[in-house]
């Protein structure tokens, strides 16, 4: 199945070296999309934009660390110079280093935020201008952690809290030039979940209504339909994609 509107677009997708922001840029090049793979992980950036070119769809690897606004203004020169365009932003990224507050370092808070939430602002503040020109769309990656509590993640959840509230700001923003939104994936099994042993992610899919952790392609159609033109008439708002997780209520 294919989304309407986005054949000949650009994109620029952070973190699309692995996990969810690959699955998604995979499935934006599949639906016609020129897609930056964007990310500090170079190997996996090139690996990915290989396997896309290698099926016959256009992709590139760009070097970015979202954090850094120098890079951002480097990437927008880029995608000036060879696209005159940016049509969707997909940002992605994230850093996650899991302590309780009483134990965070002070750095580590910063550092976190810098990455899952001020990225955004930095991304959004490189492009906007060509996004507004192209009448383009923005999807952020959220989280279930912005509207569920979990253990030792204070600084994850701050920013994916922030990223629901920057989406909707952003979308009244720009308005009606840009269409912003965002995904809330819920457990989605890419490296992030390495750490995990068998039995606890059982345990965990225990507590998700479809009785499973969901796949990055799953978050990826969402992302897709929310970049295309058969979303126009959504902005400013939510998508859940959780498998369920976020409605269930415990035994
Ligand atoms: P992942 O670890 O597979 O991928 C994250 C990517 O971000 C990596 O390629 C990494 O190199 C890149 N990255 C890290 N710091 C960066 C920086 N400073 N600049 C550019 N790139 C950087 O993780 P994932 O599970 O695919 O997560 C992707 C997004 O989905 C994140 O925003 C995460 O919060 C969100 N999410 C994931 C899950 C899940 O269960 N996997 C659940 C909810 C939300």
Redesign the pocket.
């Known amino acids: 199945m294919s989304f309407r509107g986005l054949e000949g677009k650009v994109a620029v997708v952070?973190?699309a070296?692995?996990?969810?922001?690959a699955a998604c840029a995979i499935r934006l090049a599949e639906e016609g999309v020129a897609v930056l793979i964007?990310?500090?992980?170079d190997r996996?950036s090139r690996e990915v934009a290989d396997a896309i070119i290698a099926q016959g769809f256009r992709a590139e690897a760009v070097h970015?660390?979202?954090?850094s606004a120098d890079d951002w203004a480097d990437l927008a020169k880029r995608v000036q110079a060879d696209h005159a365009r940016l049509d969707i932003l997909h940002s992605?990224?994230?850093?996650e280093i899991k302590a309780p507050v009483h134990e965070l370092e002070r750095a580590d808070w910063d550092r976190q935020l810098a990455?899952?939430l001020t990225?955004t602002y930095l991304g959004v503040q490189a492009f906007a201008q060509m996004l507004v020109a192209s009448q383009g769309a923005i999807v952020l990656?959220s989280?279930?952690?912005a509207l569920l509590g979990f253990a030792g993640r204070p600084a994850y959840a701050a920013a994916?809290g922030g990223l629901v509230a920057l989406g909707r700001q952003l979308a009244v923003e720009y308005a009606p030039a840009v269409r912003v939104n965002t995904v809330l994936?819920?457990?989605?099994m890419?490296?992030?979940?390495d750490p995990q042993t068998e039995e606890e992610m059982a345990a965990h899919a225990a507590g998700i209504l479809v009785a499973r952790l969901g796949r990055?392609e799953e978050v990826a159609a969402a992302v897709a339909f929310l970049a295309s033109s058969e979303a126009s008439y959504i902005t400013g708002t939510t998508l859940v994609v959780d498998g369920g997780l976020s409605a269930f209520k415990g035994l």
């Open positions: 952070t973190g070296a692995s996990g969810i922001g964007a990310d500090i992980d996996g970015l660390d979202v954090s992605n990224a994230f850093l990455v899952s990225g990656t989280s279930v952690h994916k994936p819920g457990s989605i890419t490296p992030a979940w990055a």
